[in-house]
Structure formats: structure tokens, C-alpha cells
């Protein structure tokens, strides 16, 4: 089967990308493999070599493909795992995630379903079985001030996060929302084809937010889907001050300049 230049021979992709994350990587694609989920999928590992032993679950496991990569970058990555999937459905996973029972099944049936949703979220929650707020609202100016410290430490219920997380909804139910985190991100092959992949220039975050944001704007649905769980062993790689907050910052002000300030000075004319 041949769709948009495609070659689609099955119902679900998995795209993980991986570096330095190896303690994890293996919980997560042992709960993939032991999924009964009744389709035909593949995973598609992309890997920075870095000594920590990803390499060998492409021995393990023969559903599995492995793409080294020497560079990188949260969005140019995740495109590569793209380019060599084959399901009609791209499932993008973090890799310090671990699927529940179920869950792949349910995604796919929820897309199934609802073909005018282009991307979904499922559920996802910590360790302890708290909920972590996956589906969210697309940022503003305060929610950025709040969501940060000092002021999320000193007013971390503050009504401008609530509504960012979406946090007052019934997340038993399904959501229409403005964008799903990337740590579990069902992607319609389908829209690919009519608004692209991955910007590849967001280097670690926003690239998520980019795609639902040009997903909606084309005329798509963007969904959280909560019969699908997902544990996520939440790594905060971008909090407090670092090199990786700072590129997370400047993902946020590409993303900030991309789909706001360029646009309305190119309406402008």
C-alpha cells in the first residue's frame, strides 16, 4: 500500500529516539514487546551511540529497527525515525516511558475512530500514578511567567497554569486540546503529507506544540485520549538553569517567532 509516497505495509510505527538514556530504553521497549496489542507494528530506534548499550536491544528484539544518528536534536530525530517507519500511524514514545497494557491497542482504535483527529495524546502519568498533565493549551505571555520559576514556585496553582494544564477538565474523559506532549504523540501519516514533519530546528522542545500548532491551522483535531496510559519516568532535563533549559527557552522564543511574529509581519505587508 502506497499513501502520499509512503509505503505503508503496517497499523503502527513507534518512534523512539535515544542518547544516554539506556537504563531506561529497556523497561520501555520491554513493555512494548509484551503488549498483546492485535496489530502489526514495528519500533524504530534512533540512537546517538554513546556507550549505554542501546545497540544491543536490536539483537533482542526482531520487530525492532535500529537507525544510528550522530547528531542530536529532539525534532531532526524524531524525523529521521519518521523516514523509516511503515504504519499508518506514527506513535512517538520518550524513552523513559513505559506502556501499559492496552495502550497501542487503544490509540489506534481511538484513530480509527475519529478520522478527523490528526494527532493524539494518551494518558500519561508519574511513577506513583499521579497524573501528569499531557494535554494543554497553547502558551501565552503569563502563562510563560507562571509556569517558571520565581513565580510558579511562589503561586504554583495560579489560574493562568490551571488553564495551560488544562487542570480544571475531566481527564477521565476524552479532550480536545491545542497540543499533546511529545512523550506520547500519535501522529495521522496522513497530515505529514499535507503540513510536514518536525521542524527540525527545535533542539530540545516546541517541536511538539509546532506540529499540533500547523495541525490545527490546516484543519485538524488535536485529542487527548485517556484509555491509553503510559507511565513516564519524567527526567526534567530542561528545569532550573542549564544548557538544556537554555536551548528549551530558545525553542520557545523560535516557536514565538515562527508562528506569531514572522506571520503577522509578513500579514502586515
Not at 487542570?167 to 503529507?193: K, P, T
Not at 522564543?253 to 506569531?260: A, D, G, T, V
Request: charged share 25%; net charge positive.
Amino acid at each position: 500500500m502506497h499513501f502520499g509516497g509512503w509505503r505503508i505495509i503496517l497499523d503502527l510505527s513507534i518512534v523512539i529516539i535515544n542518547y544516554r538514556m539506556g537504563h531506561h530504553l529497556g523497561p520501555c521497549l520491554q513493555s512494548i514487546f509484551a503488549c498483546d496489542i492485535s496489530i502489526s507494528f514495528e519500533v524504530v530506534l534512533v540512537n546517538k551511540p554513546s556507550g549505554d548499550g542501546a545497540e544491543e536491544f536490536a539483537l533482542k528484539y526482531d520487530k525492532l529497527t535500529l537507525v544510528p544518528y550522530d547528531k542530536f536534536g529532539i525534532g531532526i530525530m524524531r524525523n529521521v525515525g519518521i523516514r523509516n517507519s511503515k504504519g499508518r500511524y506514527i506513535l512517538i514514545l520518550d524513552s523513559d516511558t513505559e506502556v501499559k497494557p492496552g495502550a497501542l491497542r487503544e490509540l489506534v482504535k481511538f484513530m480509527d475512530a475519529h478520522p478527523h483527529v490528526g494527532i493524539a495524546g494518551g494518558k500519561t502519568i508519574h511513577p506513583d500514578g499521579t497524573l501528569e498533565y499531557s494535554c494543554k493549551r497553547f502558551y501565552t505571555p503569563l502563562t510563560v511567567l507562571f509556569r517558571r520559576p520565581p513565580l510558579g514556585v511562589w503561586f504554583p496553582n495560579n489560574p493562568w497554569n490551571r488553564r495551560h494544564l488544562m487542570m480544571d477538565e475531566d481527564h477521565s474523559q476524552s479532550l480536545e486540546c491545542d497540543w499533546v506532549a511529545g512523550a506520547c504523540f500519535m501522529i495521522r501519516r496522513e497530515i505529514l503529507d499535507r503540513i510536514g514533519l518536525f521542524d527540525d530546528s527545535f533542539y530540545f522542545g516546541f517541536e511538539d506544540v509546532d506540529l499540533c500548532f500547523r495541525a490545527k491551522k490546516a484543519g485538524w483535531s488535536v485529542q487527548y485520549a485517556p484509555q491509553a496510559v503510559i507511565v513516564h519516568h519524567v527526567q526534567r532535563k530542561s528545569m532550573g538553569f542549564n544548557r538544556l533549559s537554555w536551548e528549551h527557552l530558545k525553542s520557545g522564543l523560535r516557536f514565538w517567532w515562527k508562528n506569531y511574529v514572522r506571520k503577522s509581519k509578513s500579514q502586515g505587508r
